[in-house]
């Protein structure tokens, strides 16, 4: 069974970097540039996992992730939300929001990997 990972960051290099090494790690990446295509991605492709930058312009990864948790075809998409901002409660409102997991950037991508690997194991037990 393929795994299926949206990438959602509007920065062409980041966005780039995290798909090449999920793609590598073998699991099927579609990526967008912006949380509104984003969602829409994630309607039509029901992706297992959903990485998002939180600092999207327009819709930031936050509403992405709460949308996403209360659509009807989407509230099952496990979401990763990462930023590189350093405030003090992010994790907590990433929580919130209904995030599955949280990573402060910038980060290494073999700890992408685990929390894709960790909420692709739970998801499917």
């Not at 990446?29 to 984003?38: K, M, N, R, S």
């Not at 599955?100 to 998801?123: C, H, Y």
Request: some cysteine.
């Amino acid at each position: 069974m393929s795994v299926k990972i949206l990438v959602v960051d509007d920065e062409p290099n980041n966005l780039k970097m995290i798909a090449s090494r999920l793609k590598a790690s073998g699991y099927e990446v579609l990526t967008a540039g912006d949380a509104e295509g984003g969602y829409e991605l994630a309607r039509n492709w029901r992706p297992d996992v959903a990485v998002t930058d939180w600092e999207l312009a327009g819709m930031g990864g936050d509403e992405l992730c709460r949308k996403l948790k209360m659509g009807p075809d989407t509230h099952a998409v496990r979401v990763i939300l990462y930023t590189a901002r350093v405030n003090h409660g992010d994790e907590g409102r990433a929580r919130e929001a209904g995030c599955d997991a949280f990573i402060q950037a910038p980060f290494k991508a073999n700890v992408l990997l685990a929390k894709v690997r960790g909420l692709v194991e739970t998801s499917h037990e």
